[in-house]
């Protein structure tokens, strides 16, 4: 049974830092790549970060270039997404996922395996 559990949100302060984690179990063998997205309230879900699951290769959401960096650990059961000089428009709830097809993987659809989330808040 996959499971994906994020850890890691709270409340933080405009320009603070906070790393998000992601517990990983269970994932298939096809597994291709991993994502981050957020909801902020009353919006649609969007799509943050994704990493290929083997070679490491990343894609960030433009507002989140140069701030945020997700990563995998090197014992490949822990995902994580280092967040930097935090606005309060980074407001929402975080939440991982996981993937098999290659393509598209900036959208829900590339995603099957989904996590509850995390919520971060960022106060002015």
């Known amino acids: 049974q996959v499971q994906l559990v994020e850890s890691g949100g709270g409340l933080v302060q405009v320009g603070d830092s906070l790393r998000l984690s992601c517990a990983v179990s269970?994932?298939?063998?096809?597994?291709?790549?991993m994502g981050w997205f957020l909801q902020a309230p009353g919006k649609e879900r969007e799509f943050v970060a994704r990493i290929t699951w083997n070679g490491g290769m990343t894609r960030y959401a433009d507002f989140v270039k140069r701030r945020f960096t997700i990563s995998r650990e090197n014992s490949r059961n822990t995902l994580s997404l280092q967040m930097s000089s935090l606005k309060p428009d980074d407001t929402a709830v975080y939440s991982c996922a996981a993937g098999t097809q290659s393509w598209d993987t900036k959208f829900e659809s590339a995603y099957t395996y989904w996590g509850q989330g995390t919520q971060v808040t960022v106060s002015s």
């Open positions: 269970g994932l298939p063998f096809n597994v291709d790549h």
